[in-house]
């Protein structure tokens, strides 16, 4: 089973209609985050959180807003979707690790959702 | 000026070849190198993790951290046509700091 999954993975919508995305993890990281990927511009922060009390805006945040319902458990809404939120969206995990005296923070990607809004 | 640039190709090389893979970064803060490969239609996936300067090699790829020119490399030996993906470099000045992501260098191994 997939650690990373996300619902739905493909969908249609159309303009000013609410659209939520989302995420599970059972890789047990506390940190979880919302990416877009958009062809030319990478791949862009929407929100982030490093525990379930912890929301954080990230680079693009306007337009979204998040929900994290339980530690394995981020979701990501579009309150009234727009045709420029035509997208790529993954959501991500990350646990603090160590290697050696070095802590890590390497992110674990979930297989996207492709969103396009008419 | 972005944080970090990469090339975004396409890059075509027939099966066999060297491939490089290139970015450049303007944060000297950044600690944390990693590369991921992602394949059409999925999500990221880490290939490689490099932490400060040096080289780092895994099988067929091999990671090098420049920092004191801002640059990192990805290198893939004996290529196959399994390594046709997008390669997409990522950057952190550490723990708790945000990630930041190339845009992604487009690559195909002809058989």
């Known amino acids: 089973d997939a650690d990373v999954t996300q619902t739905p993975r493909n969908r249609i919508t159309k303009t000013g209609k609410r659209i939520m995305l989302e995420c599970s993890q059972t890789?047990?990281?506390?940190?979880m985050y919302w990416y877009r990927q958009d062809p030319g511009l990478g791949l862009r922060l929407i929100y982030y959180?490093?525990?379930?009390?912890?929301?954080n805006k990230g680079e693009i945040s306007d337009g979204y807003s998040v929900s994290r319902q339980a530690q394995a458990k981020f979701s990501l809404s579009l309150e009234s979707a727009i045709p420029n939120q035509t997208a790529l969206y993954f959501c991500?995990?990350?646990?603090?690790?160590?290697?050696?005296?070095?802590?890590?923070?390497?992110?674990?990607f979930g297989p996207g959702t492709r969103l396009t809004v008419l | 000026q972005k944080e970090v640039e990469q090339d975004p190709g396409p890059l075509s090389v027939p099966e066999g070849a060297i491939v490089s893979l290139n970015c450049t970064y303007s944060?000297?803060?950044?600690?944390?190198f990693m590369w991921y490969r992602q394949y059409s239609r999925k999500g990221p996936e880490l290939l490689m993790y490099?932490?400060?300067?040096g080289n780092k090699e895994d099988g067929r790829f091999t990671a090098q951290v420049d920092k004191s020119s801002k640059y990192i490399s990805l290198f893939i030996r004996d290529s196959q046509p399994s390594d046709s993906a997008t390669y997409l470099c990522a950057m952190s000045a550490g723990t708790g700091n945000q990630f930041y992501f190339g845009t992604g260098t487009s690559l195909t191994v002809i058989p």
């Open positions: 944060n000297s803060a950044f600690q944390y």
């Open positions: 490099t932490y400060s300067s």
């Open positions: 959180s490093f525990d379930v009390k912890d929301i």
């Open positions: 890789k047990g990281h506390d940190r």
């Open positions: 991500a995990t990350s646990a603090l690790g160590t290697s050696g005296t070095r802590s890590t923070d390497t992110q674990y």
